[in-house]
């Protein structure tokens, strides 16, 4: 088989803060691991601090792990400092706010063309290739946007314009963060039909960081649920969102609306305000029902439970 685009091996992240009177550390992703093919859709979900950002930001370079590795078509980030240098032709990421990641003092055909100047195209053709890059995500005529500035386009219109940026380097892979969640439902719901289609036609790999299950079960092929910094499961999101093994998918998918559950499948959690446990043990045993005195002082292990399924649970294996 082949190896594929992209493997996160163990990946782990601590920060460091510091007080006035001493230095403290806290673990926002730990013993991460995840494959990522070409032309496939990873979705990494979970509530506010479970990591999902942090995972973004680690793949893309801008902050660096703390622990494991990741590598890229064969070639591990940690090793390779050519590879560091020319990881922006390779991974790409969509921020969430495009109204913030737009430098409002340039025009669209500047702030598309600059990446494209940094890599060095020929003058003659940068204008050619940023009007291609508009017509690509639907910005047309391109003409009537090259020359404009931020302000005046919507905030859809914007998050296109983020989008073109993105593939003027032609990457291989695009890190998505919440790339809807400051948009209207139907703007949404376009972003994503078109990061779909050119998932397809550029043959990329995506990887989708959401709070919104709903959103995961629209475009991935896989889904991984976070909490507190560690995967909990993995799995194809059909399989998954239909039979959760984990308590906290559970949670999760119960929490959302849905006129159709019948009352008795209702999921009750022991601290619904959201304890993250401490120690040795599992981190969501403060809010599990199933909890144990194992799953309290017990580590927990990563179990194969199906052909692609993974969950971290001591009521498996």
Not at 144 to 150: N, T
Not at 230 to 240: I, S, Y
Not at 241 to 246: A, F
Request: aromatic share 6%; proline share 6%; charged share 20%.
């Amino acid at each position: 088989m082949s190896k594929p685009l992209l493997h996160v091996n163990e990946l782990g992240k601590v920060f460091s803060t510091r007080s006035m009177f001493r230095k403290k550390q806290f673990r926002a992703v730990h013993d991460v691991n995840f494959t990522l093919e070409a032309g496939e859709v990873l979705a990494i979900v979970g509530e506010s601090g479970s990591g999902k950002s942090t995972i973004a930001r680690m793949l893309t370079n801008l902050i660096p792990a703390t622990s494991g590795d990741i590598v890229y078509n064969g070639e591990s980030l940690r090793a390779s400092r050519q590879l560091r240098r020319k990881l922006p032709t390779f991974v790409q990421m969509i921020f969430q706010d495009p109204f913030a990641a737009l430098n409002p003092h340039h025009t669209i055909g500047y702030i598309i063309g600059r990446p494209l100047q940094v890599q060095h195209i020929a003058e003659g053709d940068l204008q050619q290739r940023v009007l291609e890059l508009l017509q690509k995500v639907g910005l047309t005529p391109a003409e009537d946007f090259i020359d404009k500035y931020p302000y005046q386009l919507s905030g859809g219109q914007k998050q296109r314009v983020v989008i073109a940026k993105v593939l003027g380097l032609a990457p291989k892979v695009i890190v998505a963060d919440e790339p809807t969640s400051m948009l209207d439902v139907s703007i949404g719901v376009d972003i994503m039909n078109l990061l779909l289609d050119l998932k397809d036609k550029e043959n990329l790999a995506l990887i989708l960081i959401t709070h919104n299950l709903g959103s995961a079960r629209y475009m991935a092929d896989r889904i991984m649920v976070m909490y507190a910094g560690q995967m909990m499961e993995c799995g194809p999101a059909e399989e998954l969102i239909h039979n959760p093994q984990h308590p906290y998918t559970k949670l999760l998918l119960y929490s959302s609306p849905d006129p159709w559950r019948e009352q008795s499948e209702a999921f009750e959690v022991i601290d619904p305000q959201g304890k993250v446990a401490s120690g040795t043990g599992c981190s969501f045993h403060h809010r599990c029902p199933y909890a144990t005195d194992t799953c309290r002082t017990k580590p927990v292990k990563i179990v194969q439970i199906a052909d692609g399924h993974q969950v971290r649970c001591h009521l498996f294996g």
